[in-house]
Nanobody
Framework: QVQLVESGGGLVQAGGSLRLSCAAS????????MGWFRQAPGKEREFVAH????????YYADSVKGRFTISSDNAKNTVYLQMNSLKPEDTAVYYC??????????????WGQGTQVTVSS
Protein backbone atom coordinates (compact mmCIF):
# COMPACT_ATOMS: atom_id res chain seq x y z
CA GLN A 1 0.00 0.00 0.00
CA VAL A 2 1.06 3.55 -0.72
CA GLN A 3 -0.31 6.56 1.12
CA LEU A 4 -0.26 9.99 -0.51
CA VAL A 5 -0.94 13.24 1.33
CA GLU A 6 -1.20 16.51 -0.60
CA SER A 7 -0.83 20.01 0.75
CA GLY A 8 -0.34 23.54 -0.53
CA GLY A 9 -3.60 24.35 -2.27
CA GLY A 10 -5.42 27.61 -1.79
CA LEU A 11 -6.79 30.77 -3.37
CA VAL A 12 -4.57 32.87 -5.59
CA GLN A 13 -5.07 35.66 -8.10
CA ALA A 14 -4.48 35.11 -11.80
CA GLY A 15 -0.80 35.40 -12.60
CA GLY A 16 0.19 34.19 -9.15
CA SER A 17 1.98 31.07 -8.00
CA LEU A 18 1.38 28.11 -5.72
CA ARG A 19 3.42 25.06 -4.82
CA LEU A 20 1.73 21.76 -4.10
CA SER A 21 3.43 19.01 -2.13
CA CYS A 22 2.72 15.29 -2.02
CA ALA A 23 4.26 13.16 0.70
CA ALA A 24 4.42 9.48 -0.17
CA SER A 25 4.72 6.67 2.35
CA UNK A 26 4.52 2.92 2.26
CA UNK A 27 6.96 0.12 1.69
CA UNK A 28 6.63 0.14 -2.09
CA UNK A 29 6.25 3.88 -2.68
CA UNK A 30 9.63 4.20 -4.38
CA UNK A 31 8.72 1.57 -6.98
CA UNK A 32 6.05 3.79 -8.51
CA UNK A 33 6.25 6.86 -10.68
CA MET A 34 4.50 9.95 -9.35
CA GLY A 35 2.16 12.38 -10.98
CA TRP A 36 -0.42 15.12 -10.62
CA PHE A 37 -3.93 15.13 -12.02
CA ARG A 38 -6.71 17.67 -11.65
CA GLN A 39 -10.47 17.76 -11.83
CA ALA A 40 -12.48 20.91 -12.43
CA PRO A 41 -16.20 21.09 -11.58
CA GLY A 42 -18.28 19.26 -14.15
CA LYS A 43 -15.22 17.91 -15.96
CA GLU A 44 -13.34 14.65 -16.03
CA ARG A 45 -10.08 14.21 -14.14
CA GLU A 46 -7.15 15.08 -16.40
CA PHE A 47 -3.43 14.48 -16.37
CA VAL A 48 -1.14 17.39 -15.44
CA ALA A 49 2.42 16.08 -15.05
CA HIS A 50 4.44 13.04 -14.04
CA UNK A 51 7.96 12.25 -12.87
CA UNK A 52 10.06 9.23 -12.01
CA UNK A 53 11.75 9.20 -8.60
CA UNK A 54 15.08 9.37 -10.37
CA UNK A 55 14.00 12.80 -11.60
CA UNK A 56 15.41 12.10 -15.01
CA UNK A 57 12.13 12.08 -16.86
CA UNK A 58 9.26 14.53 -16.61
CA TYR A 59 6.24 15.00 -18.81
CA TYR A 60 3.55 17.67 -18.91
CA ALA A 61 0.14 18.26 -20.36
CA ASP A 62 0.25 20.88 -23.10
CA SER A 63 -2.04 23.14 -21.07
CA VAL A 64 0.55 23.57 -18.30
CA LYS A 65 3.83 23.22 -20.19
CA GLY A 66 6.13 26.14 -19.49
CA ARG A 67 4.12 27.24 -16.43
CA PHE A 68 4.20 24.21 -14.12
CA THR A 69 7.23 22.28 -12.91
CA ILE A 70 7.15 18.87 -11.26
CA SER A 71 10.06 17.83 -9.07
CA SER A 72 10.93 15.26 -6.44
CA ASP A 73 12.92 15.08 -3.22
CA ASN A 74 13.84 11.44 -2.76
CA ALA A 75 15.18 11.97 0.75
CA LYS A 76 11.78 13.29 1.84
CA ASN A 77 9.71 10.97 -0.38
CA THR A 78 7.95 14.11 -1.56
CA VAL A 79 6.89 15.32 -4.98
CA TYR A 80 6.18 18.96 -5.74
CA LEU A 81 4.21 20.84 -8.35
CA GLN A 82 5.32 24.43 -8.75
CA MET A 83 2.58 26.34 -10.52
CA ASN A 84 3.38 29.76 -11.98
CA SER A 85 1.40 32.18 -14.12
CA LEU A 86 -1.81 30.64 -12.88
CA LYS A 87 -5.00 31.15 -14.87
CA PRO A 88 -8.64 30.90 -13.80
CA GLU A 89 -8.93 27.75 -15.92
CA ASP A 90 -6.37 26.09 -13.64
CA THR A 91 -9.01 26.07 -10.90
CA ALA A 92 -9.56 22.45 -9.87
CA VAL A 93 -9.00 19.85 -7.21
CA TYR A 94 -5.45 18.62 -7.69
CA TYR A 95 -4.68 14.98 -6.95
CA CYS A 96 -1.34 13.35 -6.38
CA UNK A 97 -1.00 9.87 -7.85
CA UNK A 98 1.40 6.95 -7.78
CA UNK A 99 1.42 4.51 -10.65
CA UNK A 100 3.12 3.19 -13.75
CA UNK A 101 4.30 5.05 -16.82
CA UNK A 102 4.23 3.36 -20.21
CA UNK A 103 5.88 5.52 -22.83
CA UNK A 104 4.32 8.87 -21.80
CA UNK A 105 1.03 7.72 -20.32
CA UNK A 106 0.65 7.36 -16.58
CA UNK A 107 -1.83 4.89 -15.14
CA UNK A 108 -2.42 5.67 -11.46
CA UNK A 109 -2.71 2.96 -8.86
CA UNK A 110 -2.96 5.12 -5.76
CA TRP A 111 -4.52 8.53 -5.23
CA GLY A 112 -4.21 11.23 -2.61
CA GLN A 113 -7.25 12.94 -1.12
CA GLY A 114 -6.90 16.03 -3.30
CA THR A 115 -6.24 19.69 -2.60
CA GLN A 116 -8.30 22.61 -3.91
CA VAL A 117 -6.66 25.25 -6.08
CA THR A 118 -8.76 28.30 -6.91
CA VAL A 119 -7.51 31.03 -9.25
CA SER A 120 -9.48 34.26 -9.24
CA SER A 121 -9.59 36.60 -12.23
Amino acid sequence: QVQLVESGGGLVQAGGSLRLSCAASGRTASSYAMGWFRQAPGKEREFVAHIRWSGSNTYYADSVKGRFTISSDNAKNTVYLQMNSLKPEDTAVYYCAAGKIIIKTMTPTYWGQGTQVTVSS
